[in-house]
């Protein structure tokens, strides 16, 4: 490849910037022409794509969100859409693209790729739902979040002897409620992976607060149901009335943390080298601190297994 290109798609998330500007440094030092797409896929479809230098990418490594902005692009699920694409790319000489995004842009990447395009996907987002990698770019940042906000919720609970049921992201993935839920010792973590008893979760409180315990914390990921409806079950149990705080979109947001940084640089890094070696139609990964690249269809067919793990180690140290 001479010329590639990089965009951001789907939800964006912390660390997607240190990216980009990983992708296009790189790219750069290897003596490639190297272009940005604007807005997604949306982007992509309306020839929004700019030619990049180094200093187009500079103070962005610290910045949240994308300086490429993101876009949910209906047009681009359809066959003509895929097409305009991959022309808009092709007329101007691109072969290369490289994804940042979630799940759903991972499948657009696969569709590109089979167009000819050769195309590396980077797992941006905060879910930490794609598989083939430990973690994806904006996890740490939006656990930090979770964890910091706990934090705050603590001291004034255990001032008032309270309990709270805080609801974080995650559709379908719990991760960022059982990361965040260990390293601040929330008493129950619910999520989509793990069956649970809330008439069991309300005793539990119950026999909790007799022995001692000043405050109680219920983690729900957003895939589970409302927090509101945990909540509502837990007074109908045992007439306690938990406050129910509903994190939302301020776990997307702010500096990327070191992790992060680190993760995205090393990853845009990877994607460039390896598409100049003539790789293509692969997700980019760390697995226990090697850098991997596994097929994209692989990906996106295959469903990240929940580590039970650290969901058994939270729930011994809760007790
Ligand atoms: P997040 O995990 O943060 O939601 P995502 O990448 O999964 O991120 P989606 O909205 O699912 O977010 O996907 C982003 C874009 O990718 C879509 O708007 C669409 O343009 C494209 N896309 C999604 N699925 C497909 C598909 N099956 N074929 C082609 N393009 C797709």
Known sequence: VKKIAVLTSGGDSQGMNAAVRAVVRSGLF??????????????????????????????????????????????????????????????????????IGGDGSYQGANKLNKLGINTMGLPGTIDNDIPFTDFTIGFDTAVSIVVDAINKLRDTMSSHERSSVVEVMGRHCGEIALYAGLASGAETILVPEVPFDLTEVSQRMVDNFNLGKRHSIILV???????????????????????????????RGGAPTHNDRILASSLGDFAVRKLIEGESGKGCGIIKGELVLTDIDKVVNTKREFNMELYELAKRLSQ
């Open 221 to 251: 990921a957003e895939g589970v149901c409302k927090g509101e409806d945990i909540a509502a079950e837990i007074t109908k149990n045992t007439g306690i009335e938990p406050r129910v705080t509903v994190l939302g979109h301020i776990q």
């Open 30 to 99: 290897h003596g490639l022409e190297v272009f940005a797409v604007q807005r997604g896929y949306a982007g992509l479809i309306n020839d929004d794509i700019r030619p990049m230098d180094l200093r187009s990418v500079g103070d962005i490594i610290q910045r949240g969100g994308t300086i490429l902005q993101t876009a949910r692009c209906k047009e681009f699920m359809t066959p003509e859409g895929q097409q305009i694409g991959a022309d808009n790319l092709r007329k101007r000489g691109i072969d290369g693209l490289v994804v």
